[in-house]
């Protein structure tokens, strides 16, 4: 239930539709990218898949939660962080949302640049999906 009522104040603050709000968390779409947010066994995890994209260091990354990026077996790369739930707050949550979008801009762009390095989003909503679009500018 914390689960589900962190992710509707997060709905609420970031002024996002309810119907990108579901059963099993939480779908966004932000530009070229679709962040996912799901929780099982008391497990946060936050990821966007990037495509087959060139992985830099991970070291800019460093930031907590760290982000990490892994590839699967059809060379196509994922961009993910976890937390335990009980350590998560609507704060942290925001921040992770929007150094995940920040930080797969940067990936998609071959740069390396972390999250925190980069000034001003230049993330689009995306229209495709009107109804679940990230605003363009998140702030915690």
């Known amino acids: 239930m914390m689960f589900h009522a962190m ?29 996912h947010i799901r929780e099982r066994d008391q497990l946060v995890t936050l990821f966007i898949p990037l495509g087959d994209i060139q992985t830099p260091s991970l070291a800019a990354m460093a930031d907590w939660p760290v982000l ?12 993910w962080c976890r937390e335990w739930l009980d350590k998560l707050d609507v704060d942290l949550l925001t921040d992770m949302v929007s150094r995940m979008l920040h930080q797969a801009e940067a990936l998609t762009q071959g740069t390396a640049l ?7 989003p230049a993330i689009e909503p995306a229209m495709s999906r009107p109804n679940c679009a990230i605003p363009t500018t998140i702030r915690a």
């Open 7 to 35: 992710l509707s104040t997060l709905v609420r603050q970031l002024s996002l539709p309810q119907e990108c709000l579901h059963e099993e968390g939480l779908d966004l779409q932000a530009g070229p990218f679709s962040l």
């Open 114 to 120: 972390a999250a925190t390095e980069l000034s001003e």
């Open 68 to 79: 990490q990026l892994s590839r699967d077996s059809e060379q196509s790369t994922l961009l």
